[in-house]
């Protein structure tokens, strides 16, 4: 029996190692994490991550061949394969704060596997990293371990969080790239294999290791960037009376560009696009292309800027003061079917409105209120400006609420923003919230979920 371990149990590690052991009944599973919580979460019958459909998987395979451990030397020490799926979070401090991807935790998961491998190995980085970090942990693993050969794969996860398990059964692309040797050939064979249990061959690419290393960040960036362009053109639409859902169709309709990824947003969110953009830009301005890095970091002010642009509008729109306006905000994620907040919109807008002195009731269907106090407790790292945070008066925070329901946070407000694109949100009754709202009552639609004709 082929044996795996998966050093990490995020939001990655545990969805795509639980997705291998259901389809994979002959590959014993091990995933194992630094934090005993994370563990012990994983083990119990409330899984920590709402993803829809994970709980049916991890129930079907957990104990069977799929095991959730702390004791992460002995797993990873018995594995045949070693995937590294830990988080690769951008610096906030030294050489590229604010851009660089913080390479810690991945170096640390390297040496680890250095000092308790007593047979050959094949590493995978499954966590998304700058282009080469291959040739460096290669450096690592072979300067640290006794006559044993390790073969590092890339296989970058391209999952979106809401839809994880649907991606992960059905991936447009399984891609794996390894070193142009016989031993890397037999390596990357070996991965196939296992993708190959449930995915068509053709889809499975190999590339070199690099080709795939970049290609991750690549799309990533492509995906941010028609978001970008397409929240830039909500701006100019709203300017002239264009209406950006119907500019976005006509644009979608042809078949080179596409009809997906081109909802107009509040700004988007996530762990992923911001941080994996600003590594792109780092990459390229290390490479002496400081043209190309301007390029990409125009995606991320165009964010920016979607989100300040939104508080703008608020504010301007209630007579220039939200002072002691009360302000429901529906969703807090930073999009629908996920519990996640990182990088979500709905922080920056709360800050802004916190900023306006506006009081502020917060709803969302999966997100915690310990989570959201925390979030917005939180300084914010400025990505362009490292050095200047700022910190949230203890005083704006008290002007936070947490609601159990979208009319519980409606009643009485002044105005409503729809941060997340939750279904339940276009099903509301809004009338009924209308007549609970103070007058005249406004609603910001964020995610173009309201549908003003009904
Ligand atoms: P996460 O923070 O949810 O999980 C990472 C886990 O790794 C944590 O539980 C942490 O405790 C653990 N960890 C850190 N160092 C460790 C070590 N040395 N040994 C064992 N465990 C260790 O992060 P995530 O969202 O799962 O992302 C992981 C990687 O996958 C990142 O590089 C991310 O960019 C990439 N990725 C994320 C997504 C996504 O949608 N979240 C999608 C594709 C790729
Ligand atoms: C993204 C990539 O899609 C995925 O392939 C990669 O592996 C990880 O990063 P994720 O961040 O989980 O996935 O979600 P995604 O669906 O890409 O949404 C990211 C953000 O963009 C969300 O805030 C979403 O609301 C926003 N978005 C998405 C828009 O504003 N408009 C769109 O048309 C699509």
Known sequence: MVKMCCLGAGYVGGPTMAVIALKCPDVEVVVVDISTARIDAWNSETLQIYEPGLDDVVKQCRGRNLLFSNDIEKHV????IVFVSVNTPTKT?????GKAADLTYWE???RLIADVAKSDK??????TVPVRTAEAIEKILNHNSDGISFQILSNPEFLAEGTAIQDLFSPDRVLIGGRETREGRRAVEALKDVYA??????????????SAELSKLAANAFLAQRISSVNAMSALCEATGANVAEVAYAVGKDSRVGPKFLNASVGFGGSCFQKDILNLVYICECNGLPEVANYWKQVIKINDYQKSRFVNRVVSSMFNTVANKRIAVLGFAFKKDTGDTRETPAIDVCKGLLGDQAKISIYDPQVTE????????MNKFDW???LHLQPMSPTAIKQVSVAWDAYEAAKDAHGICILTEWDEFKTLDYTRIYES??????????????????
């Open 77 to 80: 020490s018995e594995a045949d």
């Open 93 to 97: 401090r030294g050489l590229g704060a």
């Open 108 to 110: 640390s998961a390297a």
């Open 122 to 127: 094949i590493v995978v980085e499954k966590s």
């Open 197 to 210: 249990h449930w995915v068509p061959e053709d889809r499975i690419l190999t590339t070199n290791l690099w």
């Open 370 to 377: 310990d989570q959201i106090q925390r979030d917005l407790a």
């Open 384 to 386: 362009d400006h490292p």
């Open 437 to 454: 709202m103070q007058k005249p009552a406004f609603v910001f639609d964020g995610r173009n979920v309201v549908d003003p004709e009904s």
